[in-house]
């Protein structure tokens, strides 16, 4: 009997040794682990590379751009699309919009939206516990079963569409502005915007700080027509335009005195981008603007901060891109990006926190507003295929640019080096091929 009890005391010490022990080796393993940052995702609609004080601009007073800049690591090779809805659509899905068959603007017409079985940023943070908030333009789909609430956010306030999108033009019905899925005012105050977009994000910040969140600000400025509140209209050297510039830069330091307020500044990673080039003005250096597939068009400011973990005042000249946003918040947040399709998308993590990092990918593909693909970037060789409609084909309708020599495309080099363009024009035709044949269909509208 005596010689049981001490088995069964044995076999209790062994017990409680194990679970001890299981109990400490994941209290490591989560020691070991990165922490999970906050994320605030700020997205403007139109805004060019060199519009701000950091890529260049003397003119236009950004001040707290500026310091999140010095701060954090600025992207110079970094890749939006032509136009708004199809880069909103790279953006929350990780894909080129042609695959996900998003059209470069959708209209309040439009009868297609972002497909809903298609995985959002959004859902997979709130997968990995993140309170989710989109606050502004959404664009992709204004239908309710298109709308953020469907797609992965808890909350929306905002506008569904463009703000030209207005009563009067082309019949349209007077601009909504929503809350959740519901209208709360038509034709609101366009000058008021920026500043509420503003007060919600930090209202969400308040509300949500004791847990991890996503908040998702596409600012409707600087898209035409443009609007700036009387604080800051008149006050800029270069008109509207720089108004309406300084005013969102306003808003970067506000959200950023909101967080440092709480305590969660080194705990948040501040994204700060646009999603295609200038509305008809010069995006210097570059040629070309929004609705182009020249580096006017396509490459926009990026600035990333998460004090203590990207290097304070670094620059980043490796391609990248907002397809890799996706994959690069899902890994930051625990998780990682769907493994049941297709994704262009990488994870950039490393070119974020790394001192002097790699290139991650070689790659990028430049679709057009009308899903075609119009141009290829590897390494720092360009070509612009589909001039005239011959595809490829080196010639005055073929241009071949060195953008490390040439960043303003003004030379075209491709007589001179037909084997790139013949290698160029190869993966671009076996890329196209690829997402042709793996292209998913967009949300259509359920019967009634």
């Not at 001890?20 to 060019?48: C, H, M, T």
């Not at 808003?251 to 305590?263: C, N």
């Not at 950039?348 to 001192?355: T, V």
């Amino acid at each position: 009997m005596r010689s049981q009890t001490r088995y069964g005391r044995i076999c209790w010490l062994l017990l409680l040794g194990t679970c001890y022990s299981a109990a400490w080796s994941a209290k490591q393993a989560r020691a070991a682990e990165p922490p999970r940052p906050n994320i605030v995702l700020i997205f403007i609609d139109d805004l060019g590379y060199a519009d701000i004080g950091p890529f260049g601009n003397p003119k236009i007073k950004t001040p707290h751009l500026d310091r999140l800049a010095a701060e954090g690591r600025k992207f110079t090779s970094f890749y939006a699309t032509p136009v708004c809805s199809m880069s909103r659509a790279a953006l929350m899905t990780g894909c080129y919009n042609t695959r996900v068959s998003v059209p470069g603007v959708l209209f309040p017409d439009s009868k297609i939206g972002l497909n809903p079985a298609e995985i959002t940023v959004a859902e997979i943070l709130k997968q990995q516990g993140y309170a989710t908030a989109c606050i502004g333009k959404w664009h992709l789909g204004h239908q309710k079963q298109f709308l953020p609430m469907r797609q992965g956010f808890d909350y929306y306030f905002g506008l569904p569409y463009s703000n030209d999108m207005r009563k009067g033009v082309r019949g349209f019905p007077p601009l909504p502005l929503m809350r959740g899925e519901e209208v709360i005012e038509t034709e609101p105050d366009q000058s008021q915007l920026t500043r509420r977009y503003t007060e919600e994000a930090i209202k969400f910040i308040e509300e949500h700080k004791q847990e991890p969140f996503f908040i998702y600000l596409p600012h409707t400025m600087v898209h035409v027509p443009l609007f700036a509140s009387d604080t800051f209209k008149g006050q800029s050297a270069l008109g509207l335009i720089g108004d309406t510039i300084e005013e969102i830069d306003w808003s970067v330091g506000e959200i950023v005195k909101a967080l440092q307020k709480h305590g969660l500044d080194k705990k948040t990673l501040v994204v700060f981008t646009s999603d295609n080039g200038p509305d008809r003005r010069p995006a210097g250096p570059f040629r070309g603007s929004k609705a182009s597939i020249y580096e006017g068009g396509v490459r926009e400011p990026c600035i990333m901060r998460w004090p203590g973990k990207i290097p304070a005042g670094t620059t980043c000249d490796q391609i990248a891109g907002n397809i890799d946003v996706l994959p690069t918040l899902a890994k930051l947040a625990g998780g990682s990006a769907p493994k049941d399709r297709a994704i262009d998308g990488r994870d950039i993590s490393g070119l974020l926190l790394e001192a002097n990092p790699g290139p991650v990918r070689d790659k990028h593909l430049h679709f057009t507003g009308g899903g075609k693909l119009g141009a290829i970037r590897m390494g720092n060789w360009k070509l612009i295929l589909n001039q005239t409609g011959r595809k490829g084909k080196p010639g005055a309708e073929t241009q071949l640019f060195d953008l490390a020599r040439d960043q303003g495309e003004s030379k075209n080099v491709a007589d001179a080096h037909p084997e790139i363009v013949a290698r160029l024009s190869e993966e671009a035709e076996k890329s196209a091929a690829e997402i042709q044949a793996n292209k998913r269909p967009p949300g259509t509208l359920a019967e009634k």
